[in-house]
């Protein structure tokens, strides 16, 4: 069977700390620490979410999570300009790294999809922007079922729209806890470590792969 591909998009193929630029127009040297608990508070939402069964909108998670980081000091956001951080994570830039590694797995000949926490049409706006859209099949949004990665239900679900066997499949993610979450079922992962600094959790469960640039993992998981 075709080896099918499911790529984690928030920090895998799209770049989180895009935002960046516009941040240091509202917060200046501190933007990248804005940037940062943004992004994990965002995660952290998501996990609470779940385990709660009190599915929102990925969507719903950033606004809150920006709400939250703008309650610290030095961080109070007028709601124009929450509001102006909210549409800019409609267009974040795709890492330099994704079109020639997408290239490299088209012509291998893997089935592509994208799978992610957000929305199908906000992950489909944001493919769309980053002009990569065309290399997935579809869009498969943890929407579909209300639950959250690292949920099992999230990996069982992409496998069946993709008509994939576990043992067929990989996950893609610059996330630890996706890579986890989809071994846990049964598939293959690859890490993507896209910063020295980042280690991977010390747990029974270990990437298949880890690489360092997408133009690595059509070669690594041949």
Not at 42 to 50: A, I, N, P, V
Not at 209 to 215: A, E, F, H, P, R
Request: proline share 5%; aromatic share 12%; net charge negative.
């Amino acid at each position: 069977m075709t080896t099918t591909l499911a790529f984690d998009i928030y920090g895998t193929l799209i770049d989180t700390d895009g935002v960046t630029d516009a941040l240091e127009l509202l917060v200046a040297e501190r933007a990248g620490e804005f940037s940062r608990r943004w992004r994990e508070k965002q995660l952290e939402y998501s996990f609470r979410r779940g385990l709660m069964h009190d599915y929102q909108e990925f969507a719903v998670c950033v606004r809150q999570a920006l709400d939250f980081v703008c309650l610290s000091p030095g961080f109070n956001l007028s709601d124009p300009e929450k509001q102006s951080l909210m549409d800019s994570y409609r267009t974040l830039p795709a890492f330099p790294d994704v079109k020639t590694g997408l290239d490299d797995v088209k012509q291998a000949g893997f089935r592509s999809y994208a799978f992610s926490n957000g929305s199908a049409a906000a992950v489909g706006g944001l493919l769309e922007h980053a002009g990569i859209d065309d290399y997935f099949i579809d869009v498969v949004s943890v929407d579909e079922i209300k639950t959250f990665k690292p949920d099992p239900a999230v990996y069982l679900h992409f496998l069946e729209r993709a008509g994939a066997r576990p043992q067929d499949a990989w996950l893609i993610s610059g996330n630890p806890f996706d890579v986890v979450g989809a071994l846990s079922v049964g598939m293959r992962a690859a890490w993507v470590q896209r910063s020295n600094g980042t280690v991977f959790d010390p747990w029974e469960l270990q990437p298949t792969v880890t690489i360092t640039t997408l133009t690595e993992l059509a070669g690594a998981i041949k």
